[in-house]
């Protein structure tokens, strides 16, 4: 059975620093994309940022991008997201995505694993 673990959530202060994990197990993930979403509290979820199996390829959202940075361990099919410079709008629980297209992580249409969250609150 496959599971997608997110942990490195908490309370953070603006302006600091976490590192959210997205630990991948019950399968071989080799030529997977992975990918962060988050849904903030009366919000629709959306995508953060995605890396494909090689880390040849990132991208990320505009409001992210130069302050989140993911990374990810092909051996301990682990996905990391550094978050710096957090703001108070970052507060939302945060989910890992995993497919084997690119694209259908970008798009969060057709993915076919999803974790359960991280919640991340920024207090300003």
């Known amino acids: 059975q496959v599971q997608l673990v997110e942990s490195g959530g908490g309370l953070v202060q603006a302006g600091g620093s976490p590192r959210l994990s997205c630990a991948a197990s019950?399968?071989?993930?080799?030529?997977?994309?992975m990918g962060w979403f988050r849904q903030a509290p009366g919000k629709e979820r959306e995508f953060v940022a995605a890396?494909?199996?090689?880390?040849?390829?990132?991208y990320y959202a505009d409001s992210v991008k130069g302050r989140f940075t993911v990374s990810r361990d092909n051996v301990k099919n682990t996905m990391y997201l550094q978050m710096n410079n957090l703001k108070p709008e970052d507060t939302a629980v945060y989910y890992c995505?995993?497919?084997?297209?690119?694209?259908?992580?970008?798009?969060?249409?057709?993915?076919?694993?999803w974790g359960k969250g991280t919640l991340v609150t920024v207090s300003s």
């Open positions: 019950g399968r071989t993930f080799v030529g997977y994309t």
């Open positions: 890396i494909s199996w090689s880390r040849s390829n990132t």
């Open positions: 995505a995993v497919d084997r297209t690119f694209s259908s992580v970008v798009a969060g249409k057709g993915v076919e694993y």
